[in-house]
């Protein structure tokens, strides 16, 4: 008995690996069938040799059983157990017991069965094939050589077939019966465990927010008795030491929120709490809360808000407010000089959905590339030998990405290592109305002096307020930080307390504590509200408590509390709070609140809208200034390498420059493209303007091309495109045209690419040019091959197709001639020719030449603009004085 029990207790033993158990309950059962199997044979059959095989085979199998479960090996232990009866045992049953007149067809399917049972991936995928193959090799044997098949009496295979019927029929029952017990138990198991996670984690949870409000209550005291310190005339050493107290009971107190927040988001308790905000004030408090430090830094702090902005959304204002003050806090944490931006956008979704873009940008050290994928990683701080001096957990950003994927909003990064980051965060917001914050007026905002350095606001003898806390050196904090607005000042240490000084009493505002013994600050206020007799009724009650949850700060919105300070309380916090509570017959502003509003609102800039996309390319796109003015393009210049020093195109050297300098035949002259270095600094300029860039490159495929540089810088941003244009010159030019077009009309970045693929192959740029002299100069062809061209008077057309250049007509004779020829082919279709533009693109040909190539064209047909522009330097080396190229876009 004993043995069996251990058995059993091996099988539902939830501490050994369930594959092993099945492994081992499928043993039990291959090995009970094959040893009735055995006993049957002893009885039935005449040969010795059968039964000794199985006896053997049994054997075998407990060895194996044995030792694969003893090593943990039990995949192994299946697998060679699997192989010795599909490819052994069986078929040798088959071939000695009947074939398909025994019960070998029977132990087929039993084997099929424990494969399926023991094996697992794809050896069961090979052995449930190799089995079919064996059973079909038997089969075949059956057929073709009947005689090797021992044959059964009828009786017999009958009596083997049948026994073999119910034996199997058992096994397979007990195995399945067995099995679905156990996945039962096991499920059961895993229900349970998970219940019992989600118990550690709610009571982790629970521990971390009742010591975040342990924590916060004697930080209340640090923090409000040493800001105490900060507004006495201490000596220079004793007000140092008292700051260094106040940063690290800050940092301690970020850290504490931080950890709280964490713990929320890993429960998954963190929620959101919509409700309706007004988006000026909310950024008016973010701007007030940290345009000091940015000043204390000496950074410049721009803020640019979209006058179309809705006035009224609706979502979690404090989450927002959190994200945003993380990314600018980090701005500015991270940046030693320059200034950081505050760009506010909002794009229209549906009636009543905007998504509210804030970009965030400024010009500190910048953020490796490798860097960005871990920004997000909690407790991860990137770069740390260049900001081990900088205070940080590594949380915040973790934080903020949690917040925004909760809220169904996204942040992007771009940086540029050294130079500067800009962080987009998008919001859905739903609005509540249609009026929009206009040209928005910081100085109707109160909030705005709120948080820097200790400024008094205003004074109110005549008011009175009741202080409610359990712990005294809470009560001190709050009369000592309130005791330059003279004040008159009460106190109660809980509600019991509280509501006898309201019964006889009238104050004007009352600071109450949540958690206090006897009455806590809850019950109190509602007896409060209904006091009999009370002269407090109507006082204005603000809740001073040390739980920061979610919960409790939509519980203390829907009691009704007129306000809601969470500890530790700064003196400004606490005289926002009086002031915008007080009956203002009873302030008296003092002078220097004003001063700090107006301070404020110096630092601040009400701008343009920035746009969503803007298009881009480079100098040698060879666009007139008033094209790139009408679009706002910006470019980036090519630059032109001579022995002399390297010139940037079109601003350090001029086309005429060039021309003359390539008279001289030996000096080596080269154009360039822009770096990496140069490409990302551009491109982050632009960012700044804009939320998507789209540049239009000169063809990839040409000498020095601009475009693979482009790429590769493109690569530290996520919302620079930059499209390979196939072209060169103004045949670049027209295809940027069109892409100004497409942003202007709204279109996506990736839809603008989309189409300019498809117009790109409807431009035709070509250029006539008087020799090869510039082609042999740069090694395209041999000098032999130019002189004898040029002594034929042959002017070749050079041709851009697919993206590279090439020589696809030559015209002989006269310059005229040749010239009208080429003008006379390139506009032989006009019926095919969008009419609306055309650039005659031209290196060192006079007015006259102009004029007579106008009048060409004019011959041919009319366009609605015929720009004649001067290729730039960089284009001119490429070809020479004497050139010029009709560049066209067929229509469609
Ligand atoms: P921390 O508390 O370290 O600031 P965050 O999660 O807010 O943690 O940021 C993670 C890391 O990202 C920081 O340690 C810093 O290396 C980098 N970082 C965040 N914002 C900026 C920025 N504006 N400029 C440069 N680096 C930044």
Redesign the pocket.
Known sequence: MKPKKKKKSMLFNENIDLKQRLFVLNLIVTLTVLAITFIEIIFTDEFLIDSIMLAVVMAFIVLVGIISVKTGKVGIGGVIIATLMSFGYFPITFINGGGINGDAPLWFIFNVLFVSMVLSGKVKIVFYVLQLLTAAACYFVGVAYPDIIHPNTYMMSHIYSFTALVFISIAVSVVIGLETGLYEKENKRSVKQKREIENLIASQNQFFSSMSHEIRTPINTIIGLNEMILREDVSDEVAEDAANIRAAGKLLLSLINDILDMSKFQSGQMHLTNVTYYTGNMLSDIVGMLWIRAKEKKLEFKINVSPDIPAELVGDEFRIKQILI?ILN??I??TKEGSISLSVQCERKNNDTVNMIYTIT?T????KKEDIPY?FTAF????ETE?QHIE???????IVKQLLDLMGGKITVNSIYTKG?TFIIEIPQKTNGEKQVGEFDYEKNHHIAKKGEYKQKFEAPDAKVLVVDDNESNILVVKKLLRATKVRIDTAVNGVDALGKTLNDSYNVIFMDHLMPEMDGIECFRKLRNQVGGNSRNAKVVILTANAGEEERELYRKEGFDGYLVKPVSGDDLESELYRLLPKDLVHVKGNSEEIINETISWMRVGQKKKNVVITTESVADLPKEILEKYDVQVIAHKVQTVEGTFKDGREIDTAGVLQYMEDKTKKILPLAPDVKEHESFFAKQLSRANNVVHVSISGKIENSGYPVAKEASRAFDNVHVFDSGHLSSGQGILVIEACKMAEEGLEPEEIVERLEKIRSKIHTSFIVDNLDFLARSKQVGNRTANFVKSLMGRPVLVLKRGKMGVGRIYFGSRKRAWKKYIDSTLSNMGRIDRSILFVTYVGISKRDQDWIRSQIVRKGKFEEIYFRQASPAIAVNCGAGTFGLLLKDKG
């Open positions: 993380n980090n701005a944490k991270y400024d500190g050290i910048g953020i920004l991860k701080r990137v770069d900001n940080g957990t590594g949380l915040g950003l973790s980051s």
